[in-house]
């Protein structure tokens, strides 16, 4: 149960600027913001920053089914400690996917028994589905995602373009975003293919068979699609300034389209990719160190919309094969989060932005999260900027110690973190009482 406190001495991230304030806790709220603006418990914050709760709206938890791959308590545990209080988890790899009510109710259980953060469910778009996107909206979801290549598993099936046609039309129908993974199929598997039947399967030979030519076909359909369904389109993890520069395009053409990227494309580069290995594996591939660079200049100067991290996690037995085609694709950041994005040295208003109220702003919870305003849920992150660290494989908190950030060092440190006025996660204190809710669009 939350208890009210107040927050004393920080440097508070609010809406309208950075300011030195109190910040009063009251009810799971927050109550009051300015000087000795209540009563209860002390925080002591001199020489902190105080951040609305990042709201990671691309995660994979992969429970129920795969709870063995991550979970909701390790997942969520993990994303508490990068920054965030609510997540919005994917509609796979989950087993079975989130693909109608039943699936719904099967991980919004799983969630609700496990996860210590707030939560909204994404419903998937497949050719096996279309019928049930009505019954998804009626339970609550956030969005609905499709890919537009091979999704990696089995009972995910990629919607061609029929498919996304017909789900982004209900969609709009229903008054929900499409998130897509934006590559053509045709071009990456062609090109893996080849690869493969020539011997050539090494990490470089992997990146270098998912081009930005196969991003930047995937974006123009997707946001073609968008704007002859009248759909709001989330393109997701956004890996070069090129796709931006189509989304803008499309922008400009009237189409409702916004941009995610993810900090991995910030941080790490193909080289990067062939030292680490496996665990820099992901889909789109990272890209040159040019490509890279332009990206955090382009986050820097407003083109990019939302952060997300793609926490994509698996056991380690799915990361140690010699054949990178083979090797699953995905990147575990959630606990470097926010972190990771001071470490590039974006300000604290510029990731409170991306990683909160652009967030908020986008998939209708602005009313309740991603700002420090009274009223709001009290979903606090305190921040130490003073006192950096050095991410260690024994420091992660997810079920396999397996990231790709693995020995990076970070200048800031999250110190506490609070989800409707209870805590968390603590440095100093491990796992809090938190226990997560369901969180859905408002109307």
Same mark, same amino acid.
């Given at each position: ?94 087993? #079975?996917?989130?693909?109608? @009510? *039943?699936?719904? $109710?099967?991980?919004? &259980? =799983? +969630?609700? !028994? ?62 929900? #975003?499409?998130?897509?993974? @934006? *590559?053509?199929? $045709?071009?990456?598997? &062609? =090109? +893996?293919? !080849? ?77 990067? +990719? ?170």
């Amino acid at each position: 149960m939350a208890e009210d406190f107040v927050i004393r001495g920080a440097q508070v991230c609010l809406p309208d600027g950075l300011r030195m304030a109190d910040v009063a806790v009251s009810g799971g709220c927050i109550a009051a913001i300015g000087d000795n603006p209540g009563g209860g418990a002390t925080v002591d914050a001199g020489g902190m920053v105080l951040l609305p709760g990042a709201i990671d709206a691309h995660v994979h938890y992969n429970e129920p089914g795969r709870t063995d791959w991550e979970g909701w308590a390790t997942g969520s545990l993990a994303s508490a400690a990068g920054g965030a209080t609510c997540v919005f988890e994917m509609p796979l790899n989950a087993h #079975p996917p989130t693909l109608d @009510a *039943e699936s719904f $109710a099967l991980k919004k &259980a =799983a +969630a609700e !028994a496990s996860s210590v953060v707030d939560f909204a469910l994404w419903g998937g778009i497949t050719p096996a589905n279309l019928d049930k996107l009505s019954e998804l909206a009626a339970c609550g979801v956030i969005g609905f995602k499709a890919f537009m290549s091979s999704s990696g598993t089995d009972d995910f099936r990629r919607a061609d373009t029929q498919t996304l046609r017909a789900g982004m039309r209900r969609a709009a129908e229903l008054g929900l #975003p499409v998130a897509v993974h @934006a *590559e053509d199929e $045709a071009m990456v598997s &062609a =090109a +893996a293919k !080849a690869a493969r039947e020539a011997g050539r399967t090494s990490m470089r030979d992997y990146l270098e068979s998912r081009s930005v030519e196969a991003e930047l076909a995937a974006i123009r359909a997707a946001c073609d699609l968008a704007g002859e369904t009248g759909c709001r389109l989330q393109v997701v993890h956004v890996s070069c300034g090129e796709g931006l520069d189509e989304i803008r395009a499309a922008k400009d053409r009237g189409v409702d389209v916004t941009a995610e990227t993810c900090p991995h494309y910030l941080v790490f580069n193909a080289d990067d +990719a062939v030292r680490i290995g496996a665990p820099a594996k992901c889909a789109p591939p990272l890209r040159s160190e040019a490509a890279r660079s332009d990206l955090v200049a382009r986050v820097r100067a407003g083109g990019v919309d939302t952060l997300g991290t793609d926490h994509s996690p698996c056991p380690p037995r799915m990361k140690d094969k010699k054949d990178f085609f083979e090797v699953w694709g995905g990147i575990a950041g959630a606990q470097s989060f926010l972190p990771s994005l001071w470490a590039l040295g974006f300000g604290m208003e510029t990731v409170v932005a991306l990683t909160a109220s652009n967030v908020a702003n986008r998939f209708g919870v602005a009313g309740r999260k991603g700002a420090i305003a009274p009223g709001m849920d009290a979903d606090l992150v305190l921040v130490d900027p003073r006192h950096g660290q050095i991410l260690r494989a024994g420091d992660l908190l997810t079920r396999h110690a397996v990231s790709a950030y693995v020995g990076r060092e970070f200048p800031a440190s999250v110190i506490s973190v609070w989800s409707r006025g209870v805590p968390v996660w603590s440095r100093s204190g491990g796992r809090g009482a938190a226990r997560g809710r369901l969180v859905r669009p408002q109307a």
